[in-house]
């Protein structure tokens, strides 16, 4: 009886995970509706006002992360290569951890760059990240390129803007 129990849960759960992987990414062909908090606490935006013409990266990260910290020092030091795409650093982290992260990585001095809280889980809940740092490249027509669960090298990243 055992062995036909611990059959049918593997099936199940096996079946579970092969639906949502399949679902996930059907679910991100194109640019999701997100609303995320900005570094000052006051102001909100929302994904519907991301223009297109620019490529666009979506950086999920955790501001705890060596992780995500060793990305977004790699991603800055190789701003010349990103000038016209339009990056969006996106964590559930507290207001005050985001902000120290933006300031501890000087991400307020690139106009490319947008450092913002997801209070309401919506991007993660879309995507649901498994890891971070989670990336999630669109090109300039908002149509998904690339999604890079983990650390990647900024080469990837930028060959993967300009494809």
Same mark, same amino acid.
């Given at each position: 009886?055992?062995?036909?129990?611990?059959?049918?849960?593997?099936?199940?759960?096996?079946?579970?995970?092969?639906?949502?992987?399949?679902?996930?990414?059907?679910?991100?062909?194109?640019?999701?509706?997100?609303?995320?908090?900005?570094?000052?606490?006051?102001?909100?935006?929302?994904?519907?006002?991301?223009?297109?013409?620019?490529?666009?990266?979506?950086?999920?990260?955790?501001?705890?992360?060596?992780?995500?910290?060793?990305?977004?020092?790699?991603?800055?030091?190789?701003?010349?290569?990103?000038?016209?795409?339009?990056?969006?650093?996106?964590?559930?982290?507290?207001?005050?951890?985001?902000?120290?992260?933006?300031?501890?990585?000087?991400?307020? =001095?690139?106009?490319?760059?947008?450092?913002?809280?997801?209070?309401?889980?919506?991007?993660?809940?879309?995507?649901?990240?498994?890891?971070?740092?989670?990336?999630?490249?669109?090109?300039?027509?908002?149509?998904?390129?690339?999604?890079?669960?983990?650390?990647?090298?900024?080469? =990837?990243?930028?060959? =993967?803007?300009?494809?």
């Amino acid at each position: 009886m055992k062995p036909v129990f611990f059959c049918c849960l593997f099936t199940f759960l096996f079946g579970c995970n092969f639906v949502r992987q399949n679902s996930t990414t059907a679910a991100v062909d194109s640019l999701p509706s997100f609303e995320v908090q900005l570094t000052d606490s006051t102001k909100f935006f929302h994904s519907n006002q991301i223009l297109a013409g620019k490529p666009v990266i979506l950086l999920y990260f955790d501001t705890d992360c060596h992780y995500c910290q060793e990305e977004t020092k790699a991603l800055v030091r190789n701003m010349a290569s990103l000038k016209d795409v339009q990056l969006y650093f996106l964590t559930t982290s507290s207001l005050n951890e985001m902000n120290k992260y933006s300031a501890d990585y000087h991400l307020g =001095a690139y106009d490319n760059i947008v450092v913002a809280r997801d209070y309401k889980y919506s991007f993660y809940r879309h995507f649901k990240p498994s890891e971070v740092p989670y990336l999630v490249i669109y090109n300039k027509k908002k149509e998904l390129v690339k999604i890079y669960k983990g650390s990647v090298s900024v080469q =990837a990243i930028i060959d =993967a803007v300009h494809a």
